[in-house]
């Protein structure tokens, strides 16, 4: 290869992530309602029935599948699954952030509007146990407990120590990772939805 086919190719590059091949790509909808008392997110319990994560809160979503054009469709088809809701009572839905998971999931996250009252949601039991709504204010006002996560790295049997400098002696670099905790009316928010509902409500009060 030439250096101007190199040239060339990098002019014609749009970059992307490294690896982003292998990664599982979802996308999720942070769905706000209107009450009387202000705007309120809404939160899906999931189905004590799923073989992932029974019971735990979340936000509408799942993964972007072929059918998706785009991932703003995955998270858009996905919260209608799951809400019973239509075209009609999604409405405004904008891109916000995307985040890469320590699990090598890239999540693709939205904010949209529900157009109907909690009375005409009607959740799918095979995958949501119940939905709840907490009002905006409170996490604009409640900040969230820290805790964290500390990771260790442990190579395979068999690894090629003799490659590498420093051998079995080599520093590997540790890291620990924030997790959030909001707790509401007994309702517990963590994990994943509570670092991006944290991203989120950082967003919206600068």
Known sequence: MKREDIIRKMNDHTPTI?????????????????KEDGLHLLFEVRSLNMRRQPGEICFPGGRVDAQDEHPQDAAVREAKEELGITDEEITDVSPFDYMLSPFGMMVNTYVGFINCSDADIEPNPAEVEEVFTVPLSFFKNTPPKIHYVNFEVKPEDGFPFHLIANGEDYQWQTRKIEEYFYVYEGQVI????????????EFIEK
Request: hydrophobic share 60%; net charge positive; proline share 3%.
């Open 190 to 201: 963590w994990g994943l939805t509570a670092r991006i509902l944290h991203a989120f409500v």
């Open 18 to 34: 490294i690896g982003n091949k292998v990664l599982n790509h979802y996308a999720i909808l942070l769905p706000l309602i209107q």
